[in-house]
């Protein structure tokens, strides 16, 4: 999953993860980005349907407040787990230890690892040569996930040209290796609406709280690609289908036939 800060890739990892916990499959997640807490908040305010910047800046009411409590006695049956920089590390042998002990005492089904560039090889690397450790910690995954036979979903950020460049991003925007494109079974894009203007069906938006995202499916060995256009609510943490030719200029929109006057 790759993604420029902010895009909303961690959020879509979050929605991936929790969905397969809640429905009874053992999930492990690694958060070098942030701490455990960090991403249990996240996850709390999501399921509950609770504004964390409300709740952060203590103007959530009772009812709200109520609502976490009893989202968070839920959240903690599932059979999530997450590690952190402090609990597990970012070097990729103690990464690669931690999965396979997950994977022997809580059976787990996937692994979701946010994100490779902040994983080290420092055996190997100094940290100078970014290409070369990046290629070495792809293949690493790329490994593991055959040895465990689970789906390992690694979040990865796009290079700073892609930012500069207007319009869909592409995979040699993907920061670090070449070696992400080959060794990855499916790449998915996450960014912003380059046509976005406005919604059509609700009129202003505030980009603050909701904003126009895509996912758009880069490589897939095993079905079709195709692109995705979706609200990304970010003090949610969640997202919602868009419906068709939402939010584009006018000069995008197939106008609707006027209907038809009985006589």
């Known amino acids: 999953i790759a993604g420029r800060p902010s895009a909303g890739k961690t959020s879509f990892e979050g929605c991936m993860m929790t969905h397969n916990a809640k429905r009874g499959l053992p999930v492990a997640r690694l958060s070098i980005d942030m701490n455990h807490r960090r991403v249990l908040a996240r996850d709390l305010c999501r399921e509950a349907g609770v504004s964390l910047a409300k709740l952060n800046k203590g103007h959530a009411g009772a009812f709200q407040r109520d609502k976490i409590g009893e989202t968070a006695e839920q959240l903690a049956q599932w059979p999530m787990h997450i590690g952190d920089l402090q609990s597990v590390g970012n070097n990729i042998r103690a990464v ?44 690493q995954f790329k490994n593991l996930a055959e040895e465990l036979d689970i789906p390992v979903i690694v979040l990865c950020q796009f290079n700073r040209s892609a930012e500069r460049d207007e319009g869909r991003p592409k995979m040699s925007d993907l920061r670090g290796s070449g070696a992400l494109e080959q060794d990855a079974s499916t790449i998915t894009f996450v960014y912003k609406e380059p046509l976005f203007k ?56 197939t106008p609707e036939p006027k209907s038809k006057r009985k006589s």
Not at 223 to 250: I, K, L, T
């Open 198 to 253: 406005y919604d059509q069906t609700a009129g202003r938006v505030d980009q603050k709280t909701k904003r126009a995202v895509v996912f758009e499916v880069a490589k897939q060995q095993d079905g079709e690609q195709g692109a995705f256009e979706y609200w990304f609510n970010c003090n949610y943490f969640n997202f919602s289908r868009a419906p068709v030719e939402w939010g584009y200029p006018e000069m995008f929109v």
């Open 96 to 139: 690669k230890t931690w999965a396979r002990m997950a994977k022997l005492r809580w059976g787990i089904r996937a692994l979701s690892v946010d994100y490779i560039q902040q994983i080290r090889a420092p055996d190997l690397y100094d940290g100078s040569n970014e290409y070369g450790e990046i290629t070495h910690i792809s293949g």
